[in-house]
Structure formats: structure tokens, C-alpha cells
């Protein structure tokens, strides 16, 4: 699995975009980079996924470099219930099992 | 449509003792996946399962065993609880190898004295 590297940590004003970079420089072609965030004391939630193309759905935006060697989760409009730790996970989507693996992911504070 | 539930939600044992942990989704989804996570750490896969029958290890499987004798439930068991497996333990769920989206349950807090 290519290995990702994310801050472990970014406040964020409340109504402003909060954008959570992370790095994954050796990505495979067939590797999708998922983004999942955990509430204080909740299981994790899916955010949104993509393979080379920007993504976007009603909860956020993913922005993928043309290299696909970093992308950047975009909130537009952070709220305080925003505040989670956000998980940047890359992994092949159609790999047996489709195991996820969590790394320490980035703490976003959201402060109003 | 409850998703994914976990029963039971907080437990306590002590060293040696056993207990099985129940996880069931309504979704029918095929594949399950048990995590466990330690205080300001990641998810860690312990096993999953790809359907009804099936089983397999993941990153940290031992010390723990599994069943998926019924497709909507996978449970995980504790033949004799350690210190060190105290933590909060989450299932997830997902639909097909096509699809995506891990569905998590709400997670079940152990503590081993």
C-alpha cells in the first residue's frame, strides 16, 4: 500500500474552507485515495473517494494533483461539528478484501 | 435500516476471562472487517471476512478469533483477555468488491484489568 503523510494537526476558522493536504508520492496507477473522518468517540465516516479526477459531493471537495502524487480534501464552509480527525487512506479499490489502512490522519479543529 | 450495530457498547473483564463481542449489519453486505483502536492511534485491522463462511488475519489477528457462520453478523472473540487488548473496538461493513463506502459501527469500549 502506498504510504500517505498528513499534518498532525489544523484549526480552522468557522465558515471558512478548511483544506487537508496530504502527500502520497508513491501512489500506484490503480490506487484511489479515500478520505474517511472520526468524530470524538464515533466510528469513522466516509467522505468521498477519487482516482485522478477532482471529486465532489455534498459533504466535501477532493482535489488530486495531475501527478496523483498529493491531494487536498477541501470542507467549503466548516462548521464546529466539523472538528474530527480526518483520514487520508490510499488503496486499491478493487483489492481482495479491500482492506483500509488508518494512519494517525490530521486533527481539525474548527474554532468559532 | 440500523446500519451497523455492536453489542455490547462498554465491558470490563479481567485478565484470563473470555467474552465474545457481536457485530450485525443489516445492509447485506458481504465483506466485515473488525478494528481496533488505541488511544491517539489509527484504526488497526484484526480480521475481515469476504462473505458468509470466510474469514481471514489482518494486522494485529492475535490473541483474537472470528466467526461468520450467518452473513449479517461477525463476531470476535477473546479466548483470554489480556491488559494489553484493552481499547475501542469497531466493525464496518461494505457492500460488494465493487463498491467503496466502509459503513462503521459505533464502537465497543473494553477495558482488561
Known amino acids: 500500500d502506498a504510504k500517505t503523510t498528513q499534518p498532525p494537526s489544523m484549526d480552522c476558522a468557522e465558515g471558512r474552507a478548511a483544506n487537508l493536504p496530504c502527500n502520497h508520492s508513491?501512489?500506484?496507477?490503480?490506487?484511489?485515495v479515500y478520505w474517511y473522518r472520526q468524530i470524538h468517540s464515533q466510528g469513522p465516516q466516509y467522505i468521498i473517494h477519487?482516482?485522478?479526477n477532482n471529486e465532489t459531493n455534498e459533504m466535501a471537495s477532493l482535489i488530486i494533483t495531475e501527478d496523483r502524487k498529493s491531494s487536498t480534501l477541501i470542507l467549503p464552509h466548516a462548521t464546529l461539528r466539523d472538528t474530527a480527525v480526518y483520514y487520508c487512506?490510499?488503496?486499491?479499490?478493487?483489492?481482495?478484501?479491500?482492506?483500509?489502512?488508518f494512519g494517525a490522519g490530521t486533527i481539525l479543529r474548527v474554532k468559532s | 435500516n440500523a446500519g451497523v450495530t455492536q453489542t455490547p457498547k462498554f465491558r470490563v473483564l479481567k485478565t484470563g476471562q473470555s467474552m465474545t463481542l457481536l457485530c450485525a449489519q443489516d445492509?447485506?453486505?458481504?465483506?466485515m472487517y473488525w478494528y481496533r483502536q488505541d488511544p491517539g492511534m489509527g484504526l488497526r485491522l484484526i480480521h475481515y471476512?469476504?462473505?458468509?463462511?470466510?474469514?481471514a488475519k489482518g494486522e494485529v489477528p492475535d490473541g483474537y478469533n472470528v466467526s461468520r457462520l450467518k452473513k449479517q453478523n461477525f463476531l470476535l472473540g477473546l479466548e483470554s483477555a489480556a491488559p494489553s487488548q484493552t481499547s475501542v473496538y469497531f466493525c464496518?461493513?461494505?457492500?460488494?468488491?465493487?463498491?467503496?463506502?466502509?459503513?462503521f459501527g459505533p464502537g465497543t469500549r473494553l477495558t482488561v484489568t
Open positions: 464496518a461493513s461494505r457492500g460488494d468488491r465493487g463498491s467503496y463506502e466502509q459503513y
Open positions: 508513491t501512489i500506484s496507477g490503480n490506487e484511489y
Open positions: 477519487g482516482l485522478k
Open positions: 487512506i490510499v488503496r486499491a479499490s478493487m483489492e481482495y478484501g479491500n482492506k483500509l489502512v
Open positions: 445492509m447485506n453486505h458481504e465483506y
Open positions: 471476512s469476504v462473505g458468509e463462511g470466510t474469514t
